[in-house]
């Protein structure tokens, strides 16, 4: 494909081993932890078929890193997926990829976490929940009145914060990431030693099973731990940025999902080894009420400090990586064109950053996001399972292309994603029609964009 000029000024490669790593970590590890294992119990019935979900949901996602890895390696420029899906199936499925992570997954992902952390705050400022502003339109909860709080403003204000410390370089966006994620991960650390050490194994003995196991059930579960494992990818939406990328980015993906799936593991044996899965299904925050169990009102304090910093680590790395996708459709003529640019002073993609965190700050008002998210997940399977599949595309397509790192278990590993994103998707579709028509019709609603954007490039080359 031929495209527009780059820019003069391009990114720079600031991000070292151990920052490409904390993006892993930092920004898979955000809210799931601590309440996804209520909805999985629910779902499967027994503490043992929840720890066999994590571990297919660890193994699927490791699968998918190391195929990533191979892609990354050969092709680091930014905007991870846009960029094998481009090189696979053509410009078409690059832009459908970015569209949908401009407008609602990755924009969506921020509204979450920036209102997930302002819940927690609320546990220490009560006021945060106040309502701060009524909008008298139809914009709420079944066409009610639109109710705007304090913690929103405040969660808005934390997004613009963190896409201000982005714009002003990777080097110092990756240095915050380090430093919050080594945090994180020492205070859920500290959770799981605490459920472990102190904890009273015969509350978790009880293993009577509290629902009976489908394969709907075991499939509905698999996707609450990979929505908990989702983000894995991020670390490739920057790999224009990572020093030694032949190297630096394979060990990232592969290392930092192989932690993430450690670190899941041994805090569900905490929860499970001090709570009873009947206590897990009726509780919102398994982790505080595990501490609390133990530590009394204290241990659920240090429960919320750590999900307030764990959402801040991954809300930073979303950040950090997903004004990168805009920048780079845009720099290939698919997107706005102030988009392309690079700041020239701190080498970042400003205006695309901006752009995408302006967008997230009017999802967290909006009240709708997390609904949107529910409607792109078939679409987001889609594209996860044809970017995997660019492994074997590109092997056949482009033969001779450089490749430092090759997948590991290739061709298994990478058909083995394949298929499971195929089942994950047709799951998807029987669970949620819906929800998977509207993923559908967001595609749809790109394609405008997409022809009036080929046309002008058409007329640019011309």
Not at 381 to 406: C, D, F, H, N, S
């Amino acid at each position: 494909m031929t495209t527009l000029a780059r820019p003069v000024v391009e990114l720079k490669r600031d991000l070292g081993m151990w920052g490409a790593v904390a993006i892993v970590v930092g920004t898979v590890i955000g809210s799931g932890i601590f309440i996804v294992p209520r909805s999985m119990i629910q779902l499967v019935g027994s503490t043992q078929w929840v720890f066999v979900v994590w571990v297919v949901g660890g193994l699927l996602s490791l699968a998918g890193a190391l195929s990533y890895a191979e892609l990354a390696a050969a092709m680091p420029e930014a905007g991870g997926e846009y960029v094998y899906l481009r090189e696979a199936y053509g410009p078409l499925w690059g832009f459908v990829y970015a569209w949908t992570q401009m407008w609602v997954a990755r924009s969506g992902a921020m509204a979450i976490l920036a209102t997930g952390f302002f819940y927690y705050m609320a546990n220490f400022l009560p006021a945060m929940e106040q309502i701060f502003f009524i909008v008298p339109l139809p914009l709420g909860a079944h066409g009610a009145p639109l109710e705007i709080r304090y913690g929103q403003l405040l969660a808005i204000i934390l997004i613009l914060l963190l896409a201000g410390l982005n714009y002003l370089g990777v080097k110092i966006g990756g240095g915050v990431q380090i430093a919050v994620t080594v945090i994180k991960i020492a205070l859920i650390l500290l959770i799981i030693v605490v459920g472990l050490a102190w904890g009273h194994p015969e509350a978790g003995v009880r293993h009577a099973s509290l629902v009976p196991l489908t394969i709907a059930g075991f499939f509905a579960a698999l996707v609450k731990a990979l929505w908990a494992f989702d983000g894995w990818n991020t670390v490739a939406m920057v790999a224009s940025e990572v020093r030694q990328p032949q190297r630096n980015l394979p060990l990232a993906l592969i290392w930092g999902t192989v932690a993430v799936i450690v670190i899941y593991i041994s805090a569900n044996a905490a929860y499970f080894y001090v709570l009873a899965p009947s206590e897990v299904a009726a509780s919102n925050r398994v982790a505080a009420e595990m501490m609390r169990r133990i530590l009394g009102t204290a241990g659920g304090n240090i429960v919320s400090i750590a999900a307030m910093i764990s959402m801040f680590a991954a809300l930073n790395g979303t950040i950090l990586s997903g004004g990168r996708i805009p920048y780079a459709a845009a720099r290939d003529g698919l997107f706005f064109r102030s988009m392309a640019h690079v700041n020239p002073r701190y080498h970042t993609p400003g205006p695309a950053l901006i752009a995408i965190s302006l967008w997230g700050a009017v999802l967290v008002l909006s009240g709708t996001y997390d609904q949107l998210l529910d409607y792109v997940i078939f679409a987001s399977w889609i594209l996860y399972g044809m970017a995997t599949a660019a492994v074997l595309v590109l092997r056949k397509k482009r033969p001779v292309m450089e490749r430092p790192y090759r997948a590991v278990g290739y061709p298994i590993v990478p058909v083995l994603f394949v298929i499971m994103a195929f089942c994950i998707v047709a799951s998807a579709l029987y669970n949620s029609p819906r929800e998977s028509g509207m993923g559908l019709v967001l595609i749809l609603a790109g394609g405008p964009f997409y022809l009036y954007w080929r046309k002008r490039n058409d007329q640019v080359k011309s």
